[in-house]
């Protein structure tokens, strides 16, 4: 841990010095605007101008030409950006899961990822996005298009998606409290583990949003119903299924997703809270429940930025059947999670300090619940508006992991860099 630390710090003091670079990822492209315009703080959080650009569709345009004529309005090119990730990840316990035994280093396209993404506007009620990798698991993994109609300030329209790993907040979601792993404070998911049953706490984004330890970033297919204002909030009522992308098990689309934020303005902070509700009974996993009721706060403190991120979670037992989101399914699973970032150096570097409270789902053999905690510290420094560089250290603690003769993941320490362009 120490060596990791002196050598991000090393890297941070020749960065001070690197030349300055503009952020051009795919909807820069579109729009003309550097990242930090949609952008709080670092990428990916969003600010109350990426919240509009999005609640419009992916449809807002700059300074690039357009194609038009007769009901057609079109950029002139279509965006692609490129997303890629290198860095190292040390884990406690022994695990086959990484290529070096309990360290592995990552680069793009052999353990880090090398993504394509494309889209933007069809029209100027339409948009699309979609992402493809490029590397070992070469394909689409994600695609949603959105058809969002103006109605006064606000929008409202059908969103129809799919993804292998997102989940159906993956249709629509603008806070960033891990509602969707798009939108989180932690850079890195930690990859000491593969699946939810290797993973079951979620890894780092798991320490502060409670929706990611209930593991409902799962594959997803389906259509939303969707209203949002920028300025007021948003609901999303979507029918989905726990399919992947390019299957054909979601043709009933069984399971109900319904998402109400609200937004407000308060002494001088951008807030927002809301719940998320997932019911039904899955083709191919069972039933699926869980309820997340969230809440963040961004603003500035002493001219630097701040962001809080809380939420509550709770996935219930189901008695004679198996609850999707809680795979140990003797009691309730639930949690509290609560992450702060203050922008020590604005726009440029942030520390990080979250926390979990949780209970497993699971019992010992006296009937009590496994306590299932975490604590976690992390660092992010911006070389460029789309090279950040971010250092994440979770432990995990309770009786969750006390119980487990060689607890894999007990303590992870992530070092990553993410660069898009």
Same mark, same amino acid.
């Given at each position: ?17 690197? #030349?300055?670079? +503009?952020?051009? #990822?795919?909807?820069?492209? *579109?729009?003309? $605007? ?12 969003? !600010? ?11 449809? $807002?345009?700059?300074?690039? =030409? ?29 695990? /086959? ?10 680069? #793009? ?10 889209? =933007? ?13 490029? /590397? ?11 058809? $969002?109609? #103006? ?12 993804? !292998?790993?997102?989940? &159906? ?15 989180? $404070? ?24 409670? @929706? ?61 809270? =809301?719940? *998320? ?10 039933? &699926? ?8 706060? *961004?603003?500035?403190? @002493?001219?630097?930025?701040?962001? &809080?991120?809380? +939420? ?15 795979? !140990? ?30 209970? @497993? ?28 560089? @971010? ?16 607890? &894999? ?13």
């Amino acid at each position: 841990m120490k060596k990791i630390v002196l050598s991000i710090a090393a890297v941070m003091a020749a960065a001070a010095f690197a #030349p300055e670079a +503009s952020a051009v #990822p795919v909807f820069a492209r *579109q729009t003309g $605007m550097a990242c930090s315009a949609c952008h709080f703080q670092h990428f990916p959080l969003l !600010n109350g101008f990426g919240r509009a650009f999005k609640s419009a569709g992916f449809t $807002m345009m700059g300074a690039q =030409g357009k194609v038009e004529g007769e009901h057609l309005d079109i950029p002139a090119n279509l965006n692609f950006g490129i997303l890629t990730t290198t860095g190292t990840e040390s884990v406690s316990g022994a695990t /086959g899961n990484l290529k070096g035994g309990n360290s592995a280093w990552f680069v #793009p396209a052999s353990g880090g990822e090398l993504s394509m993404f494309y889209g =933007g506007r069809i029209a100027e009620f339409a948009g699309f996005l979609s992402e493809m990798g490029l /590397g070992k698991t070469a394909g689409t993994g994600a695609a949603k298009l959105a058809l $969002m109609f #103006p109605v006064g300030d606000a929008r409202v329209g059908v969103v129809a998606h799919t993804s !292998n790993g997102q989940g &159906v907040a993956y249709s629509f979601e603008t806070l960033n409290t891990g509602a969707v792993n798009t939108h989180k $404070m932690t850079a890195l998911n930690g990859n000491f583990a593969a699946g939810a049953s290797s993973n079951p706490n979620g890894g780092h984004t798991g320490v502060y949003s409670a @929706s990611q330890y209930l593991r409902t970033n799962t594959a997803a297919t389906g259509l939303s119903l969707v209203a949002s204002n920028p300025n007021l909030g948003f609901i999303n009522v979507g029918k989905y299924d726990i399919a992947g992308v390019g299957t054909s098990t979601a043709g009933s689309l069984p399971l109900t997703y319904v998402r109400v934020a609200g937004l407000m303005e308060a002494g001088g902070f951008d807030m927002g809270a =809301g719940i *998320q509700s997932f019911s039904g009974a899955s083709q191919l996993l069972g039933e &699926v429940k869980a309820t997340v009721i969230d809440f963040q706060a *961004q603003g500035e403190v @002493s001219g630097l930025g701040l962001g &809080v991120y809380a +939420s509550y979670g709770t996935a219930p037992a189901i008695i004679g059947s198996l609850n999707a989101l809680n795979a !140990n399914n003797a009691v309730t699973r639930s949690t509290f999670n609560i992450g702060a970032e203050l922008g020590v150096i604005p726009g440029i570097a942030t520390v990080q300090l979250a926390f979990r409270n949780a209970n @497993s789902g699971a019992v010992d053999a006296v009937g009590a619940k496994l306590t299932d905690n975490a604590i976690q510290v992390g660092a992010t420094y911006e070389l460029a508006q789309n090279i950040e560089l @971010s250092l994440t250290h979770s432990a995990q603690s309770g009786t969750a992991w006390s119980t487990l003769a060689a607890p &894999v993941g007990k303590t992870v320490t992530s070092l990553m860099m993410e660069a898009l362009f």
